[in-house]
């Protein structure tokens, strides 16, 4: 079967642009309302029978039967024994990018994860505590699909904030299960358990780990079972019903956000081979249909060298179903005047990732206000970022990166503000204190302040 990609090609001097471009970025995020409904029972079930809901809904959408929880919980022996399994290469690959998220989030943690405080001329103190996170829960995606790198980039900053413990769920359908598709072949006892995944859970320092997945596992998170202990906040990735779980339970534990659909938006001057920028077009449409990639190009010769490399390439991709529909249904390659109303087109779409693919990428890097990540230059490729470069590649999507930031070492930390009032202190504080306290009617507030007082 044939697929072909043409993303809507879009010209900022064309009358219909803004109708055009909105329709482009429209996106909702409304979920379904079976899903909610089902969720909502899931969550309800799992709070009120603990351990022995999270079984039955794991036999029942990954197809693992198994008589207690204590069958479905990952060692620290399963983590070493899956990366002493893997190829040498992997097993460097792993420790390789461990060890940059490290690098780079410990670095995060001293430029502004301290406490700190001082003195007034009075001798009172103020000042803010940083305290990590006593325990968080990481979703991770699971069975066929390994992501060993979503859980790098949630484990290591959590470690690096010193979050005593990390509890992993990621779920492990058996084949023929509704979490697989249900193919109807034999389910097998233990499940997809993906070596990559486990260790990764063993370079990155994760604690406990449970082969459960979907709302049920994010329920047993939020509430606690049994023998699922219970977090203060949950992050990771998941499906519609992991999503909804999230929103539901938020309140109850932390959680670091609700995620759309995969963005990459590209800034080009027409100096980076087109080959190079059309498969980092694909690097994103490949993860799902509703997945998003622009490119923004003053130059319209250059835009039709990468579509051509868009249609070379394609063939050649395994995904190339996915990223057709991705493109043709919210791709965009978009013509503008100059350079300058591009940035200022990326700073209204303010895209998960950011490529300023350009020959002079610091040139634009201060005009641009809105990204989860910004790429500099051609050979900088967003899949750097996915992997090992070091920044966080949990970023916000869906335009909310106007006031979202990347996951980080600050997402596993709290803050306590830090106050000693001096006895001078209380006599010029009690007596402005005791003034509004008056005026807010809270008399108690203000005679608490007036006691102070000589």
Known sequence: MEFVAAPARLSTADATFEHDFAQRLHWSADTDAAIEQ?????????????????LEYTARFDGLQAESM????LT???FKAAFDSLPVEQQNALQSAADRVRTYHEAQKKANGESWSYRDEDGTLLGQKVTPLDRVGIYVPGGKAAYPSSLIMNAVPAHVAGVAEIIMVVPTPAKGS???????????????????????????GVTRAFTIGGAQAVAALAYGTATVPKVDKI?????????????RVFGVVGIDMIAGPSEILVLADGTTPPEWVAMDLFSQAEHDELAQSILLCPDAAYID?????????????????????????RGA???????????????????????????????????????GAIFLGAYTSESLGDYCAGPNHVLPTSGTARFSSPLGVYDFQKRSSIIEVSEAGAQVLGKTA??????????????????RLK
């Open 38 to 54: 089902r969720v909502a029972d899931i969550l309800a079930d799992v709070q009120k029978r603990g351990d022995a809901a999270v």
């Open 70 to 73: 204590a069958d479905l919980e």
């Open 76 to 78: 620290q022996a399963d």
């Open 178 to 204: 509704v979490a697989t598709g249900g193919s109807g072949e034999e389910a097998s006892s233990q499940g997809e358990r993906n070596p990559l995944v486990l260790a990764a859970a063993y370079v990155a």
């Open 235 to 247: 992050t990771g990735p998941g499906n519609a019903y992991v999503a909804s779980a999230k929103k």
């Open 305 to 329: 060298a990468v579509q051509r490399e868009i249609d070379r390439l394609l063939p050649e991709m395994p995904r190339k179903a996915i990223i057709a529909k991705s493109l043709n249904d």
């Open 333 to 371: 390659l978009i013509l503008t005047r100059d350079m300058e109303e591009a940035c200022a087109i990326s700073n209204r779409i303010a895209p998960e990732h950011l490529e300023v693919s350009s020959s002079d990428p610091h040139r634009w890097e201060p005009s641009l206000k809105h990204a």
């Open 434 to 451: 005791a003034i509004l306290a008056y005026g807010e009617g809270l008399q108690g507030h203000a005679r608490a302040a007036e006691m």
